[in-house]
């Protein structure tokens, strides 16, 4: 473990850890984060509509696995609708592994943009900070660039560029939104039932493993 005392890198990064963030879960099912699952679980649940308070790095582990649960939802929606088009057009469905691949390659490509907007349904801000605040001095740090997609949207959320919906609409009573790329899921808008009740059906499985 590096030596906080002597590092205000180390020391910061460790400090952010413990700030205190509001997530918001737009499912009707709560949705469990854990951690140590093979050794000891630590189980945090965000509960079915609501808004909860996590420590940061439970809630990135959060709105990494929503956001990627909702794209590949999406996914799987997409493919379904195509390979219905295809039958009624007297058409076989995609083959699993050359048609459908290629169309779900497709869709999972999702740009930053994207991923930010996915997250500012989930993200509802800083809660509270922990000590106090001190930018670390941290040359060389990792470039948005040359980061995963999802990673440099995570930053963008956090560091308050873009701004954060305090009042996100409760979808309807029907149920919402772990991989990660075509989707477009508009930002403060509720997803539509049938995604909803696939996404929880989802939830249900990774919540029982």
């Not at 984060?33 to 308070?53: D, M, Y």
């Not at 993200?123 to 990792?142: K, V």
């Not at 956090?158 to 508009?186: A, C, H, Q, R, Y």
Request: overall charge neutral.
């Amino acid at each position: 473990m590096p030596d906080l005392s002597s590092n205000p890198q180390h020391a910061e990064l460790e400090r952010r850890k413990h700030n205190l963030h509001k997530v918001y879960n737009p499912t009707d099912t709560d949705f469990k984060i854990v951690f140590n699952k093979a050794v000891a679980p630590e189980v945090w649940t965000v509960k079915a509509n609501s808004e909860e308070i996590l420590p940061e790095f439970v809630c990135k582990k959060y709105l990494r696995n929503m956001s990627t649960l909702i794209i590949f939802s999406k996914s799987d929606e997409k493919v379904k609708a195509e390979n219905e088009r295809r039958v009624k057009g007297g058409l076989q469905p995609m083959n699993l592994y050359s048609e459908q691949f290629m169309f779900e390659s497709r869709n999972l490509k999702i740009t930053e943009d994207q991923y930010v907007q996915m997250m500012g349904q989930l993200y509802r801000g800083l809660y509270q900070e922990y000590g106090i605040d001190a930018e670390p001095d941290m040359p060389g740090a990792e470039t948005t660039s040359s980061k995963p997609v999802i990673e440099s949207a995570m930053e963008r959320i956090f560091s308050g560029e873009e701004t954060v919906s305090n009042t996100l609409p409760k979808p309807p009573e029907t149920t919402v939104p772990d991989k990660d790329d075509d989707i477009n899921v508009p930002k403060n808008k509720p997803l539509k039932n049938d995604l909803k009740s696939k996404i929880d059906a989802e939830i249900k499985k990774v919540s029982k493993k």
